[in-house]
């Protein structure tokens, strides 16, 4: 299960068609996908579905704040560095 963590952020929020950049709190491994439609979904191609752990756990969630994913026995703790709305985004 999914949930969500961290202080204000002051960002755009995250929402299906933004792109994303996170952190692993953990590994420092930096990452960016879009979120997606779960049809859509391809994460090697850069997207994930908006009914992924991950997603879920950053949808609402804005630039700076902090997503945590509760799976299993593991926490995995993700910052977001980085929002971009797909309004943003150039053609």
Do not use: W
Not at 2 to 27: I, Q
Not at 34 to 43: G, M, R, Y
Not at 59 to 87: M, W
């Amino acid at each position: 299960m999914a949930r969500t963590d961290g202080a204000k952020g002051g960002g755009k929020t995250v929402r299906v068609g933004c792109r994303v950049k996170f952190e692993n709190a953990s590994t420092r491994e930096i990452f960016t996908y879009t979120i997606v439609q779960p049809d859509e979904a391809s994460p090697g191609a850069g997207t994930i579905a908006s009914d992924c752990p991950l997603a879920i756990s950053a949808l609402g969630r804005q630039q700076g704040e902090t997503a945590v994913i509760h799976a299993r026995e593991e926490v995995r703790t993700y910052r977001i560095l980085f929002v971009e709305a797909p309004d943003d985004q150039s053609a």
